[in-house]
């Protein structure tokens, strides 16, 4: 049980393009759904948390008009990068939790590469 | 905020033997410290994890200890084997808060 869906898993684009990742819970309702971005050899950071039907709460320092999250469902959030540049490249994480009494569970990552 | 650090950032066991993971934290409001696997080219996943109401919880080969007084738990991982070796993060969150704060990882090899 519980398991949480990552689309697509690996995106190469060019500078400028938008890219939308998707996260779903397949098998439970995510009542919030977390985006995490990971660099190369190191830890997790936390870019926004976001509730269903609620606007997404980002990180200090995170450009919410270039990071567009949208949780329209219980089962599914997205994670929109606006006109990326080489510097978003990235691996981005997604993790879902039913409740505030339940652990979070993690996505397979989506690796992100803008040439 | 919160501030979690782990150690060591490498480990290297033969299989068979013990490793064990430490990570302190800063905020003394946690109570719930997940640990997660994390293998190449994936995400997180979820292995054990404590509350502070307790002090130690086991799971077959796999333990995890907290002292919240020093404020700081530890992974233990017994008879490993090869399919041990991954990144293993430490983490800390207020409970029902949910936002999680991570160490910055242990690379774990099991030697054969």
């Known amino acids: 049980g519980a398991v949480v869906s990552q689309h697509p898993s690996r995106v190469i684009c060019k500078s400028g393009t938008s890219v939308k990742i998707e996260c779903r819970s397949l098998d439970f309702q995510a009542t919030t759904m977390f985006w995490y971005r990971q660099f190369p050899k190191q830890s997790l950071m936390l870019m926004a948390t976001?509730?269903?039907?609620?606007?997404?709460?980002?990180e200090q320092g995170v450009e919410k008009d270039k990071f567009l999250i949208n949780h329209a469902s219980l089962t599914l959030s997205t994670l929109t990068v606006t006109s990326a540049h080489p510097e978003d490249s990235s691996f981005y994480i997604c993790?879902?939790?039913?409740?505030?009494?339940?652990?979070?569970?993690f996505g397979d990552g989506t690796r992100l590469s803008i040439l | 905020g919160e501030n979690v650090e782990q150690h060591p950032s490498t480990l290297s066991v033969q299989e068979g033997d013990s490793a064990v993971i430490k990570c302190t934290y800063s905020?003394?409001?946690?109570?719930?410290f997940p640990w997660y696997k994390q293998e190449l080219g994936k995400g997180p996943q979820l292995i054990i994890d404590?509350?502070?109401?307790?002090g130690e919880k086991k799971d077959q080969r796999i333990a995890v200890t907290l002292n919240k007084t020093a404020k700081h738990f530890s992974l233990h991982i017994t008879e490993t084997q090869p399919e041990d070796s991954a990144v293993y993060f430490c983490?800390?969150?207020?409970?029902?808060?949910?936002?999680?704060?991570f160490g910055q990882g242990t690379r774990l090899t099991i030697n054969p």
């Open positions: 404590i509350r502070s109401n307790v």
């Open positions: 905020d003394s409001a946690s109570n719930y």
């Open positions: 976001s509730n269903e039907g609620s606007k997404a709460t980002y």
């Open positions: 983490a800390a969150s207020i409970w029902g808060a949910q936002k999680l704060v």
């Open positions: 993790s879902a939790a039913t409740g505030g009494d339940q652990p979070q569970h």
